[in-house]
């Protein structure tokens, strides 16, 4: 896996943007000029991440000894796959740097503001919440202006919010197969450790919230709620959630597993407004994490092929750097066609 992670790491530097401020690298040539190699290289690599992580996370007792490394090689790469952590930071430099509200500035208003040379959506207004924006002054502070430093530390932010996340899973939990389900996905590795979005925060807010809002003591009670609220004012999907503060009386799996439904219910409408993107299965994937796994376990077993099918959803755009035309359905079909086999292969099986 850490093999596969290195490769993959080293080909995100392919997909540097022309405008941003880095040397030329060659690998450009490859990803640019060579987009159906490219695209048979990530298909492979993924494969390699799903295959090793479809055995590792029933096999290790605890978290592997190379985990470190793991996310110290996907935290250095580059965010090729999404432009959402650049759109973060020209936010974060409208608020913070340039003092205008992001909610009334847009970034392309800031003349001669170097980033709207790679910044996919600076003719829009802040897209998130004010938890999410009050938060991102932390990174902005820290990147002290340079831009790859602000990459790193905004991909260093939300790492944080993965390694809280992972250990509030084996906390409830206690066990290492339920937290490697997700920790070693390669899902939720690529879109929060690569690619640097903030669902991530959005959803250890919300669960951890949950968590506190059932205990007993009021001040555990009133931190649980704080949390949660502030969850949801980072992206709002979290707001369906609102009602599974009345199920005080639900044992917590029971609350996972509705969590989990209302969570792919908001997930599957997503097409409505945009587009599913991948990084919006973190929304479900961090519920099902809290959910026993067993033998014949249905959702973890949905999980792993959707995932899958989630990242095969880059390879039309890889391939041919478009994203209008033919590609919305090839990308539907080969979302689709790993969940089909799946279920075909446990029909068959149970025939």
């Known amino acids: 896996m850490i093999v596969a992670a290195l490769l993959l790491a080293i080909l995100s530097y392919g997909f540097i943007d022309p405008n941003f401020p880095i040397l030329h690298n060659p690998l450009e040539i490859l990803v640019y000029r060579h987009m159906p190699i490219a695209a048979v290289i990530y298909v492979l690599l993924l494969l390699v991440l799903f295959f090793c992580y479809h055995f590792l996370r029933f096999s290790q007792k605890k978290i592997p000894p190379w985990f470190p490394a793991l996310v110290l090689i996907l935290l250095i790469s580059y965010p090729a796959f999404s432009y959402d952590i650049f759109n973060y930071i020209a936010t974060a430099k409208v608020t913070f740097f340039y003092k205008e509200n992001p909610y009334i500035v847009m970034p392309i208003e800031i003349p001669n503001e170097p980033m709207l040379a790679f910044t996919r959506a600076s003719n829009k207004l802040a897209l998130y919440g004010p938890t999410w924006i009050i938060l991102t002054s932390f990174p902005h502070l820290l990147g002290m202006g340079n831009m790859l430093a602000t990459v790193l530390s905004f991909k260093l932010f939300v790492a944080a919010f993965y390694g809280a996340f992972v250990y509030l899973i084996y906390r409830k939990t206690k066990r290492w197969d339920q937290t490697l389900f997700f920790a070693l996905n390669p899902l939720v590795l690529i879109e929060i450790l690569v690619s640097g979005h903030n669902d991530i ?110 990242m095969l959803r880059y390879v039309p755009w890889i391939a041919t750097r ?22 075909l292969y446990d029909r068959l099986k149970k025939a």
Not at 208 to 236: D, E, N, Y
Not at 240 to 260: D, I, K, Y
Not at 288 to 307: D, E, G, R, V, Y
């Open 201 to 310: 925060v959005m959803m250890t807010l919300a669960i951890a919230g949950l968590l506190l809002w059932r205990r007993a003591k009021a001040l555990h009670k009133a931190a649980g709620l704080i949390l949660f609220t502030s969850s949801i004012l980072v992206k709002g999907a979290t707001l369906v959630l609102v009602p599974l503060l009345l199920t005080t009386s639900w044992n917590w799996e029971r609350v996972a597993r509705a969590g989990c439904l209302l969570m792919f219910g908001v997930f599957l409408l997503t097409p409505l407004r945009e587009e599913l993107y991948p990084w919006y299965a973190v929304w479900w994937l961090a519920f099902a994490a809290f959910l026993p796994i067993k033998k014949k376990s249905f959702i973890h077993s949905f999980s792993f092929w959707l995932s899958l099918g989630l």
């Open 322 to 343: 478009q994203y209008g035309g033919m590609m919305p359905l090839y990308r539907s079909i080969l979302t689709i066609a790993p969940i089909g086999l799946y279920l």
